[in-house]
């Protein structure tokens, strides 16, 4: 185990990117429906946005730090590398669009329309509407002293045109920037009667303003232009130890965040050369930077058109997710008393947690309720049951994390409604992401005070529940619900948490408890009887883990690691890792439940959690790690979130030592079988009763 680092570690960069490849082929397979194939098209250019807003941002920061580029090779070799294959993976992406999922959709009359593929009909009425609805709002800007290069947003829309001849004022200004105005749609829908076949077409703003660009200068030529778009660094930086309101301090960062330091250049794949490396020059980017592109520079846009179609035989087909229908007359709080509740979402709907903290919100016997909020998106019904629970006299008190990656704005909105309410707001631990999920009701019962808990893998988030894989536990255990009020006590007061029963808690213990059990598998094997661990995360980068599990490999344990995203462990390597398996599966809906199996003599530890085996779960965040104790749910967490998804060979790909997947497929007679299907087929409610 003394092997040098670099030899038993995947490289973390090119292996997240590895995701985005899988991703990428389910927009390649023709199996799946046209419109779920742009959808996957969009998914890997958002993924690539954050990639680059993160992680290629906070490379280059590293460099910054201490001196020039160039003066860490290392760094500079991991650049690019990352280049080289975001380079070969664009190119895919746009050769899919281009070449396959384009032109089937118009094979299916829906279509995207160049100027050049519009009709007589449909050029009037868009410079018609160019003139009614783009003109008035475009603000052309010629470069001069006076006029030096603007400031350009984070990911907007802007055009740079190159111009000949003398302005009104004889002088030779020769480059201009548009910016498009992102109050205006991206996508726009030609009106259905001007196509005369019966089909559906679109065109792109950006089309539209490349049409009639040449109106906005008039007197002059336009003898070249291109759309444009930068990248740039968009973590919020505060200084923590110096701010007195965090809250304050991150609404200015909110705008600056627009304009951090720039990391990508995109290009129209036509754009002059001269005209691309003076934008490089304005940015401060090398070529290594920037991305020529064969259509849309923000690809994400794209989805505006799935949200247009109505066919469904170009979506997948309607899903309905399962409804509990054991809560005893109406009363969720009567039921826990029986049985804990166990929710696996998407397949059964989050639609009794939500009623959970609303029958907490109106029943005259809950005293308090305590919850923790990472996303929950601009329209929530929970946050709403808590602003009522607040009016209403009850003690509410709510852990929001400011600092939740594109989600500040919408928890800072959140905190001041409930603020204004009475509520009290704590915005976690100073240093530390609040990233546990957690809700608790205090119900008075008989004179004594009885804990109810919601504790699960995923946010409290309307729309993600409805497209993210996710656990959730229901229970009234009370030493569970001890353990949840005691990690609410410590996260308002700041008190070093008193010892916990049943949770696992980071910073403090959650990387410890997760070696410790990794170690008691090896333990057990080797003193000759079956050693088990499997493990479901979204990425496992943490290197003491990953030691750890390769020394249990070494010592026998059969383990299974399902990791949907980044892994920088080598499974299958002789002498170091034999006996790890590693897995992602790539479906309908995004893989996001965190489940932790260890056999332990057939004890079975089943732990689901809120965190991933990143350094950053396990030591940065406010994370918790909960175990399933019925042995009935323990059951349908190994047969709904672990069995399915090692027996899955449609969906899944199979990680080779050396980093790259491959993708499982049936084998001899083997049937097929996908997971994330079978739990639709066996979890949801069939399409003839969902009405009902």
């Not at 946005?49 to 070799?77: C, K, Y």
């Not at 802007?158 to 749609?185: C, E, M, Q, Y």
């Not at 009935?632 to 980093?659: C, F, I, M, Q, S």
Request: aromatic share 8%; with cysteine; net charge neutral.
């Amino acid at each position: 185990m003394e092997a040098n680092r670099n030899s038993i570690l995947l490289d973390r960069e090119i292996s997240q990117l590895m995701f985005n490849r899988r991703v990428l082929a389910n927009a390649e397979d023709p199996a799946i429906p046209l419109l779920e194939r742009l959808r996957y098209l969009c998914i890997v250019s958002s993924n690539l946005d954050e990639f680059f807003e993160v992680r290629v941002a906070s490379l280059l920061a590293a460099a910054s730090v201490d001196g020039a580029l160039s003066e860490h090779p290392a760094l500079v070799a991991t650049l690019n590398r990352v280049s080289n294959e975001c380079h070969a993976l664009v190119k895919r992406q746009y050769e899919v669009l281009n070449t396959e999922v384009l032109p089937e959709l118009a094979a299916k009359n829906v279509h995207l329309l160049r100027h050049s593929e519009r009709n007589e009909a449909q050029r009037a009425w868009v410079k018609e509407y160019f003139e009614r609805e783009v003109r008035p709002l475009l603000t052309p800007i010629g470069l001069d002293p006076a006029h030096p290069f603007p400031q350009v947003v984070n990911k907007s829309l802007n055009f740079i045109v190159a111009l000949s001849g003398k302005d009104a004022f004889g002088r030779g200004t020769a480059i201009a920037i548009v910016k498009a105005p992102r109050v205006l749609p991206r996508v726009i829908r030609l009106p259905d009667e001007l196509s005369g076949d019966g089909s559906i077409s679109f065109c792109l703003l950006s089309s539209i303003i490349h049409a009639h660009i040449s109106d906005l200068f008039a007197g002059r030529e336009v003898i070249a232009y291109s759309q444009f778009r930068v990248t740039r660094d968009s973590d919020l930086w505060v200084d923590e130890d110096e701010v007195k309101n965090l809250r304050q301090a991150l609404k200015g960062e909110l705008q600056g965040r627009q304009f951090g330091r720039s990391v990508r250049l995109e290009v129209a794949k036509n754009c002059p050369p001269e005209l691309s490396q003076f934008l490089l020059d304005q940015f401060g980017l090398d070529q290594s930077r920037l991305y020529r592109v064969d259509g849309p520079v923000n690809m994400v846009r794209l989805n505006e058109i799935i949200e247009h179609v109505k066919d469904a035989s170009l979506r997948f087909p309607p899903f309905f997710p399962g409804l509990i229908t054991k809560v005893a007359s109406g009363d969720i709080f009567a039921t826990l008393r029986e049985h804990d509740i166990l929710l696996h979402h998407p397949f059964q709907s989050f639609q009794t947690v939500i009623d959970f903290v609303r029958s907490a919100a109106l029943d005259p016997n809950v005293v308090a309720i305590k919850q923790t909020v990472y996303r929950t998106g601009m329209n929530s019904d929970l946050m709403e049951a808590l602003i009522a629970a607040a009016r209403m006299g009850k003690e509410v008190t709510v852990i929001v994390e400011l600092m939740a990656r594109f989600d500040e704005e919408a928890n800072i909105n959140w905190a001041d409604k409930l603020e204004q309410v009475g509520a009290q707001v704590v915005y976690g631990v100073v240093g530390l992401k609040t990233h546990a999920k957690m809700a608790l009701v205090i119900r008075r019962e008989e004179g004594a005070l009885r804990y109810y808990a919601h504790l699960g893998t995923g946010n409290y988030h309307p729309t993600t529940t409805k497209f993210y894989t996710d656990f959730g536990l229901l229970t009234c255990d009370p030493q569970l619900g001890r353990d949840v009020n005691e990690v609410f006590m410590h996260l308002t007061s700041l008190t070093k948490p008193q010892k916990l029963t049943h949770l696992w808690l980071a910073p403090f213990a959650l990387q410890s408890e997760i070696i410790k059990a990794i170690r008691n598998e090896a333990k057990i094997a080797r003193a000759g009887r079956p050693g088990r661990i499997i493990v479901k995360v979204n990425a496992l980068v943490d290197e003491s883990v990953i030691r750890a599990l390769y020394a249990a490999s070494h010592d026998g344990v059969k383990i299974d690691l399902i990791v949907r995203g980044a892994c920088t462990l080598k499974p299958g390597v002789p002498g170091l890792s034999e006996n790890i398996r590693v897995r992602s599966i790539i479906g309908r809906f995004l893989e996001h439940s965190r489940i932790y199996y260890f056999r332990n003599d057939l004890a079975h530890d089943v732990y689901l959690a809120s965190a991933d085996w990143m350094n950053r779960n396990l030591f940065r965040r406010i994370e918790v790690a909960f175990p399933v104790l019925d042995k009935a749910l323990k059951r349908r967490v190994l047969t709904e979130g672990l069995n399915p998804y090692l027996k899955d060979n449609t969906n899944a790909w199979e990680l080779e030592p050396d980093g790259h997947y491959q993708r499982r497929k049936p084998r001899g007679k083997q049937v097929l079988f996908g997971a994330q299907q079978h739990l639709m087929d066996i979890l949801g409610t069939p399409a003839d009763q969902a009405g009902s």
